[in-house]
């Protein structure tokens, strides 16, 4: 059984009906701004509302651009807050607001539209996504949380299609090896999620919200961000269940996240970081063999407390420790290569950190880290033991950012990453950065190694895998480009190429999928697009990748790759309080394994399109509703596991 009954058709298409009602209205009903004698003091209040709001990390002001255009900061890049044109690297940020106007509800939905990255999932809510950075594998690229490594799974992925953007502030994806900051799984780059904090509220802030839609869904949550004194929190909690499309397919999550931060002394903060899931999830296979009774339960928590010491105006020091442990029990599963089993692995990770600034243009990052990880797999089936691994890794690294004289930026970093069961790496970067005067122009040009140590899937014979495997992937990658800012920073141009050569690299060919040697490859691309605001009411943002992915040893493409990728966003905002955003991806030529003949073949194009619509009633109230994949496009990211068809989903968030 392919499909059930409870398609969601008649719900999306109501719900697609109002919204687009509802822009029509709103077009029409635009009030114009009339001058009024209260302007004046709604202009003090609000001024009064900006200052309760949580104080952002703050920049200088860049070379030829006005003190009311405050330049992007990031972290990622640098592991300081640095300005995001100064870091020589391609960052792209979805900030809160971006998350609420999209209504993005997990990882996955959020990282579709950046530039360089591609996204496949089976089209089963909460099975395992696949995220390709430059064409590199889910393996090659870090997730973050708050700058803390995410353990990884067997297959060496993150679990992101589990993780909920409830708290989250904003998500940094950085493109290009960042070996040199943060060692092994970074050939493609890094995400880093950086959570909300309650940090410098003038009073405490509750939300709660409540979500229903096709295929049975249902989704609510709590949370709450505040200070009082020296201690600040931010904690939510969420629960989520969907009947799904295909037989088989539910999904139910439990999460809840914490943060709390006290300041010890005017120079000495700490902080905790908490975070717990809990998700059951039907995996039913491909559409060719039906699986209706296969389940997967899967839990994780951790805990990760953090202490920062300002030691004095330009000196910096930080600790971080985390422990997380994550638990996985398959079941009604069949076949020998894949059994009724129970997977657990624990993590634990340690980071000193220090930040020295040595002069106004100068700054050196130094630090020490230490990460041990075990995971072990019992075969409930076969009732043994049948994977048993433990790895130690600990690592030293250096990194230097100067400007060398007005605009122009020199970075340098080296790492060294020593292991306990794989050869030792020593990785580095070099990038520079340049604003022209006068015009703003900003050329960057960057150059690093990086390195993917094997996965546990990769050692253990039971995955057809070699227990002597020793020597990590490795990657040398380079980007150039160029970003133009025109009309008073209302437009702006971009195009970054780069290249990847990656060698001792290996593709998990069918009909086994065991790791098969493929020698050398080569990923390279160009990343191009235009943000255009002409003002509040209205905004597009344009990106174009263009990616060539091969193995050079056997002269085939890369599978899962798609050779050209549009994406595309409008937002309409036709009165404060109503906001439209209408967002499509467009993906061309693409190459993947046929699950019936397993013959390398061409994959259909496919478009998918996201309207969604958020309304303020008042300062506690807000109404929001959306419709994926609008034109209900057909297709599979993954051969034999289709997308869902069009789905509606409305609900309401409740501020207090």
Known sequence: MYLQKNSGRRPCAAITAALLAAIQLSSAQTPAQTPTKKQPQQQKQTQQQKSQLPQQPQATTAPGTSATDIPEVVVTATMTETESWRTASSVTVIDRKKIEENQYRFAVDALRNVPGVAIATPGIPGNVATVMTRGTTTKDTAVMIDGRPMPANLAGSFNLETMTLDNVERIEVLRGPAASLYGGRTMGGVINIITRSGKGLAKPKTTAFFETGSYGTFREGLSSLGAIGKLDWGFEASRTDMAGQRENSQFRQTSAAGKVGYQLADSLRFDLDTRYYTAQVGSPGNIYNVDPDARVLSEFWS???????????????????????????ATGMGGFFNPNNRTSSRTDFLEYKSVVKVTDKWTLTAGAWFQDQK????????????????????????????????????????????????????????????????????????????????????????????????????????EFGIAQPLFQNKLTLRATYFHNDLRNTYQYLPPFFIPVAVGSATTQGLESGLDWNPCAMFG??????????????????????????????IRFQPVPALTFNLNAVYVIDREDFDPVTFAQRDLEDYLNVRLSANLRVNEHLDLFARVENLLGQKYSEIPGYPVMSTGAYAGLRLRF
Do not use: C
């Open 303 to 329: 805990i990760s407390p953090r202490l920062v010491w300002n030691t004095n105006d330009r000196w910096t020091q930080s600790l971080t420790f985390s422990h997380s442990q994550f638990r996985q029990v």
């Open 375 to 478: 995971i072990s797999r019992y075969n409930d089936t076969a009732q043994m033991l049948d994977i048993s691994q433990a790895q130690t890794n600990y690592a030293f690294f250096l990194q230097s950012q100067a400007e060398l004289f007005k605009g122009f930026n020199l970075i340098g970093g080296v790492r060294y990453d020593k292991y306990s069961d794989f050869d030792s790496a020593l990785t580095w970067r070099s990038g520079i950065s340049y604003q022209v005067p006068v015009v703003n122009t900003v050329l960057h040009a960057n150059y690093g190694t990086a390195y993917t140590p094997p996965t546990p899937q990769d050692l253990t014979p039971v995955f057809g895998g070699n227990p002597n495997l020793v020597n990590p992937e490795r990657s040398r990658g380079y």
């Open 540 to 569: 597009v943002n344009l990106n174009y990748t263009y990616l060539g992915a091969y193995d050079n040893t056997n002269m085939a493409r890369l599978v899962r790759r798609p050779r050209h990728t549009v994406s595309a966003g």
